[in-house]
């Protein structure tokens, strides 16, 4: 599951591995491994031979810039992944068959981005291109420190919803996912059902200060959960039981999602 921080950590090594290198052959290709002619809605020739002057990201959305002109954007997150893969192509045994794009980065090296509703998921943008999509999303949870957490402490206090649901939604701070989410309302020590409205002043403030801090960690950890400080949740879902009182964490049905908790630890 590609969630923020993975996403970051693929953007970075991108950066590092691909900048200022020629784009090669593009393919597109289906679950069954059938190769798509219509290219997901783009063709060839808008990647072949350009260089990648640069690389972004915002929430779940990475932006490789061509040219200095053209983008192309990519929306990940949840099933929908990306890989820079080097060396010879190798059959990928054991997996499940996925629709894919597969960029030829100068010669032996491939970025490979996979998963479900690909074509939904690539846009090719320009000066002329509409990128309202980008409108709706929130502050990028990575990007608020300080005085940027005001953003978030404005858009919390119009939301009536349960904490969970407001963390999973792209336009408070998009790109969190299920896991981080749990682990920011641990951290916060706060019951994932809890509303908005219902906080304390300091409740909302140890809310959103865990957004970017949970996730800060999780990225210099390399999203890796046996690096993860023995305090975070994450590394105790596979035992079940709290790092904090030794408790048994509990699912919790949140917005139709679940949710791992702590009765005892969360509020």
Known sequence: MAELPEIELLRQKLRRSILHKRVGVMQVHNAKGEPLTDGAGMEDAALKGKEITDLHRYGQYLFLELNRKDILAMQLGGEFSGELERGPAKARDGEEPRAALVIQINGQQRLRFQGTQLANRLRMLDEHSDVDFLTKLGPDPLMVHGEGLAVLREALSRRRSALRNILLDDAFAPGIGGLWADEILFQARLRPDRTAPRLSEEERERFLEQIPKVLDRAVRCQAKVNLLPKTFLTR??????????????????????????CPACQA
Do not use: I, Q, T
């Open 236 to 261: 105790h879902r596979e035992d079940g039981h709290c790092p904090g009182c030794g408790g048994a964490l509990e699912m919790l049905s949140v917005g139709g999602k679940n949710a791992l908790y």
